[in-house]
């Protein structure tokens, strides 16, 4: 258990710097439910962080029923990813980058934390497990399907907030994507000493 913790920690830690140190300041979103959360904040000024947690909650609840195990660290990995993202609110602001050079290193970290926690079966937010849930039912590929869950939000927030460069968030959504896939799917290197 300490060892997850340590995960979720770390996973946090990285997602919350990624969004508020180089997303959040140009006014981009990330997908699933961050990028949600994320889309209320701009329009009514609710945090983030909160409502990540509350977006995550419904979703984890039907998730006890199947598997408590993932309903548990489901559950810390979103409160605990929500915190990080209102305590470090005060990283807005402080690196002045331009926006393409924010969104690739925005993304890498948030990738990099996401892809940590889903390697350690810990998911950073409940729409990895409706995408399952809908890959189940429907034969089509899990990841295909998280791509156009995110891309529909992008497009619901060019729809609602009408900024267009709001398409850079495509950019995140990929970076973001691909380093999970990589890290989740890396084998671990041994070294053999003769």
Avoid: C
């Avoid at 300490?2 to 990330?30: D, Q, R």
């Avoid at 497990?129 to 619901?156: E, P, Q, R």
């Avoid at 999970?180 to 000493?193: C, E, H, K, N």
């Amino acid at each position: 258990m300490v060892k997850k913790m340590v995960v979720i920690g770390f996973g946090s830690t990285l997602i919350g710097v990624g969004l508020n140190g180089f997303i959040i300041p140009f006014h981009l979103i990330n997908g699933g439910f961050l990028g949600i959360s994320l889309i209320i904040n701009y329009l009514w000024g609710l945090k983030a962080g909160l409502i990540f947690i509350f977006l995550n909650f419904p979703v984890y609840m039907f998730a006890f029923k199947s598997d408590p195990l993932y309903f548990v660290n489901g559950i810390i990995g979103a409160i605990i990813s929500g915190i990080m993202i209102e305590l470090l609110i005060p990283l807005n602001g402080v690196f002045h980058l331009p926006i393409m050079s924010s969104v690739i290193i925005g993304a890498v970290i948030i990738g990099i934390g996401v892809g940590v926690m889903l390697r350690n079966h810990i998911s950073p937010g409940g729409m990895d497990l409706l995408a399952l849930l809908m890959a189940k039912w429907s034969k089509i590929n899990v990841g295909v399907i998280i791509f156009a869950m995110d891309t529909v939000i992008i497009f619901a927030a060019l729809f609602l907030l009408q900024d267009a460069k709001l398409f850079y968030s495509l950019l995140i959504v990929s970076i973001v994507g691909l380093l999970a896939s990589l890290i989740t799917s890396f084998r671990g290197v041994q070294i053999f000493i003769p």
